[in-house]
Each structure stands twice: as structure tokens, then as C-alpha cells.
């Protein structure tokens, strides 16, 4: 079997898959087309009604429902006028610039401080949530009363000491208070830790009144759910964009169609969590993971609400008990996910590849920790990638070593049997063995290449601390393209070089499509990220090193052992004279 076309069509099937996945995002079937939040008339966004809350049964398991309007502040409604007056506590932290509007303590605005949604752009952060109607997105919380009396939910009217916290120490706490007419008082506090975007719910139930109160909490995140075009020079609109839910054992990515087809998903599961993703970015709800929750997703007017509710609880009259939940508003920084709950990082998609994937950026976090420069750390990995194959590449480097050697005698073999391909073929096979020559072992270093430079690919594409990460000189973001093309350019003539190394294929059509093959790479890698160009670069490199001082070793060895039969050559001779 002839080594370089194995390479040939090993190099083409990777290329044609890649293009095959591109071409199914840009124009494979799509989802049913959908008017975006932008395009929503205002009625559509109306004022709440109570049955927008999810419901609670005492005598069956409470199921979470959703109304056709989602339950919206009295500020995202433009034609209400009789609403109730509601104010926002203004909330910064050292990450996050937020709102809470006092009517239902509805977190209704979250500015990631330190992520500019472009690096020309450093004063517009990414905003996760807000009232406005292309970027919808509130997380309510609450509580729902099994007597039916008045409860403390999204459209309760809340009572807050100030208008604005600023945080000055390691933690921040936002009361709110709700007073019943019956003398239920319930106080809802939203805690803040620096550094962190994980946030801490707290609903306090103090029982004033002369009977037993029965209810439960819940929570909801209302959020846009619309088709974005996709563009080979974005790598933000190639990524998941909409809900996610987490049943306790896997979890699943809801899109538009999924639940415009399909209607609403339910689901009963301790360890669950709800969530939103907007590629490097999430908002969740974590409930309390000792306890069985029922789950909602479902598409209304083009807003998704993904909704919670726990088991009513009874509190005697003079006691109090507490509600909990967790809230992650912020960028998918795995090491603040795991620390809420493993499977928090289930948000970070590595694609099929998760195996090598979740191992690598492990692995480029600790280098990262000592270099901190992302570049540099993809460099090292490479290195170290390199070194752990390197007796397995180097038997293929000798076999390479030894067929550019062989090259003339092959070539003559050619010549003698051009007319004659199964002699040809046979007296190829004969000449390989006595050699020791493998000629499917060419193929073996980018076999061992591809999963690797998949696995880097989603590890840029979907790991947020790589997101606008700095190399050096013009390299400013090593998940988007080379501005300049520079990267891309050194990858092809580091390919040229490598195949001045290796043995030229034997057939003139398969020695053109190698000749061809750094131009076609060269276009194909202009637009990938610059740290997937660099990892490529590296190990092009790390390649020819590693060619170059085999081709010089098998040399040697072949002088070594030509000089040996000459000198015993000479020795036969002299014995006979």
C-alpha cells in the first residue's frame, strides 16, 4: 500500500469533513424560521398575569406551567400605565453591574464587567440579562402559597433599604422585604462574593400569623430564543445559543425547534439545574441538591422560560424557615462551575471529543498558571504532545527515512515493469521487506494529529478563558483569525518544508496534489482561530526537527553499515589471495 496515498486521502477526508460541517451550518436545514424578540410587538410582552407563576398542588406533584406571556417587570412594558411603581436596586460588585427591580426582586440586568463583547470595543461588556427585548433575559424567584392566599412571588412588591450597593469587602448582601396583610413577612437577600459570579438566593419566611403557612419556592429564567445567521468569520454564531436543562444525570440543549415541535419538556429530578447559554456565557439556577424539584422548559412569543418549583413546606405560626437557591450569572469559568456543582461544566461542550478535550485544557490551565500567556501555553502543550508520541512517530520517521533512500531503486522498478503493474506491484512488496520498510507508516503522525487538533479546536472555540486571549506581536486574540493572515502563511511554508523532507509519492498525479496541498491547508486555516494555527505551526515544526535528525541518523547508519561490507568485503578478498 502506497504510503502517500494514504496520506493524500487521510489529509482530503479531513478537509472534506470539516467542510461538510461547515456547509450543514451554513445551508443543512434549519430550525423553522422565527421573528426575533427585536421584531415582538409590544402586546406580546404584556403585563404579568398570576398564571404566568408556576403552580403548586398539595395533593398531586407540583408542575411548573407557563402562560403565553412570560411574567415581565412593569419596566419592559411600554403600554401599561396602571402598573405598580416599581424602582431598581443598582447593584456592582467587582465582576458584575446589576439590577433588581423591587417588584418581585426579579433580577432584570447583568453586565459582565470584565468582558468586552470585542476587544476594539473595551467599554460594551457582554450583558447577559436585560429588559431589553433583543436581549431578553430575567431570573425571577418566589415563593407560592398552597392556600391560595397572598404570596411573595414575581409581581409582590418588595421594599429595599437603599437604591444602591456597591461592594467594598469580600461579600455583599441586597435584602429585600415583603410584608402579608396576615403577617407573613418574608425577606429575600441576594449575596455576592468577589471575584465570583456564582449568586446566593436567600428567602427568609417568617410566619406572623395565627395559622399554619404552607408553600414552597420556585424560580424561572425568562430568556430570547432566536436563529442567528452563521458566518465562517464568526465563531460566535458556529455555538449553542438557548436553554438547558440537567436531570440529575445528563443534560439537554433545547433549541427552537425542539420545543416549538415538541411543546414544553417536564421533568422530576433532585440534582437538577436549569440554564441559559450564550456561548462562553450561562445563566443558571441551581436549586438545593438534597431535595426533588419539577422542571420546565417551553417557548412562548419567542422567549424561553425555563422554570423550577420544590415541595411545599409548613411553618408553624412564630417560627421561620429558610429557601435557598443558587444563581450563576457570568462567564463559564470552569473552576467556578465545578465548585457549585461538576456538572455545571456539562455548559462547556467539547463536542465528542470530550475524552481528549476536558484532559488538554486541563493540562493548558496548569501551564498557563506558571507562563500565564495562552500562546506560550499551546506552544508547551504541543511540546509535551509531541514528546509523549515520539517513539511512535519516530519508527514511521525511519520507515519515511528509509523509502526516501530506496527512492531510485524504486524509481527503476518503475521503469522495468511500467507495462506490468502486478510485477510492479510484487517487486515493490519484495523490495519493502527486504528494507524493512513500512510503507502505511507515513500516515501515522497525522493520525495521531487529528484528534488532537479537533480537541484543540473546541477547546478554543468553547473555553471562555481563552476568549480574546493575547499571544504576542499581532497575535491580540488567539480564538479569532490572524488579522493578517501571518500565521496561516508560516503553516504553509512550514508544510512546503516538510515535504522536502519526505519521500516524493511515485505517482505524478498524487505528486502534483502534494505540491498543491500547503496552498489548499494555507486557505483553509486563514480563518480558524489563531491559537488552532499556532498549535498546527508548532507541531509542523516539532515534525521537520524530528524528520530532519532521523533523515540524518538512518544516513549514518547507512554509511555505517555500507563502510562495514566494504571492510568485510575487503577481508573475503584478502583471505583468498
Known sequence: MDNQRLLVWATFGLMAFLTYEAWMQDYGPKPVPVNTVNEAPASELSAPADDTLPTLNDTELPLPSVSDTPALPAAVNDEVAAAP??????????????????????????????????????????????????????????????????????????????????????????PLTWRGDDGVVVTKRYRFKRGSYQIDVEQTVQNGSASVWRGAQYAQLHRRLYTADRSMFDVDSYSFDGPIIYDGEKSTKLDHGDLADDGPMRLTAEQGWVGAIQHHFLSAIIPPADAAFDYAVALKNEVATASLIGRAQSIEPGDEHLFTNTLFVGPKLQSQLEEITPKLKLTVDYGWLTIISEPLFWLLSKVFSVVQNWGVAIIIVTILIKLVFYKLTEASGRSMAKMRKIQPRMKALQERYKDDRQALSQAMMDLYKREKVNPAAGCLPILIQMPFFLAFYWVLLESVEMRQAPFALWITDLSSRDPYFILPIIMGAAMLGQQKLNPAPADPMQAKVMQIMPIVFTAFFAFFPAGLVLYWVTNTLLSIAQQWHINKVVEEEGKHKGGKKKKKKAVENDSDD
Open 85 to 174: 411603581t416599581t424602582a431598581a436596586v443598582r447593584v456592582t460588585t467587582d465582576v458584575l453591574e446589576l439590577e433588581i427591580n423591587t417588584q418581585g426582586g426579579t433580577l432584570q440586568l447583568a453586565k459582565i464587567r470584565k468582558y468586552p463583547v470585542a476587544k476594539d470595543q473595551p467599554d460594551t461588556v457582554i450583558t447577559l440579562l436585560s429588559t431589553e427585548r433583543r436581549d431578553l433575559g430575567l431570573i425571577q424567584t418566589g415563593l407560592r402559597s398552597a392556600d391560595g392566599g397572598a404570596e411573595a412571588n414575581q409581581n409582590a412588591m418588595f421594599a429595599a433599604p437603599k437604591a444602591n450597593y456597591t461592594m467594598s469587602g469580600d461579600e455583599l448582601v441586597v
